[in-house]
């Protein structure tokens, strides 16, 4: 069982940078593929960007591709979410999550796999 609790959301102007994080409970953290999603309201849950159980692979959305970065500390039990250049059409409620499976699986831009989820955290980015 792993629990996830994220945190660092808030409201920014476009063009500004939040940070968020990912703190997981439980001491199989590093065993699992870690993702981060967004939800728009009347929009679809979206994927974000993965990383591999031991942090050296990454993977993102077209979406934020060359301005978000996510990586993760293993000593810590905690997923990162670097975003920079926001733009307003990056609102949304973000949630990490993890999953069990494989990285070459390429399953983890689907957000099915994925075996447990946080609660989520509401970025707001003002025009």
């Known amino acids: 069982q792993v629990q996830l609790v994220e945190s660092g959301g808030g409201l920014v102007q476009a063009g500004g940078s939040l940070r968020l994080s990912c703190a997981a409970s439980?001491?199989?953290?590093?065993?699992?593929?870690m993702g981060w999603f967004r939800q728009a309201p009347g929009k679809e849950r979206e994927f974000i960007a993965a990383i591999s159980v031991s942090g050296s692979t990454t993977y993102y959305g077209d979406a934020v591709k060359g301005r978000f970065t996510i990586s993760r500390d293993n000593a810590k039990n905690t997923v990162y979410l670097q975003m920079n250049s926001l733009k307003p059409e990056d609102t949304g409620v973000y949630y990490c999550a993890a999953d069990r499976g494989s990285w070459i699986w390429q399953t983890f831009t689907r957000s099915a796999p994925y075996d447990y989820w946080g609660q989520g955290t509401q970025v707001t980015v003002s025009s």
């Open positions: 439980g001491r199989t953290f590093s065993s699992y593929i």
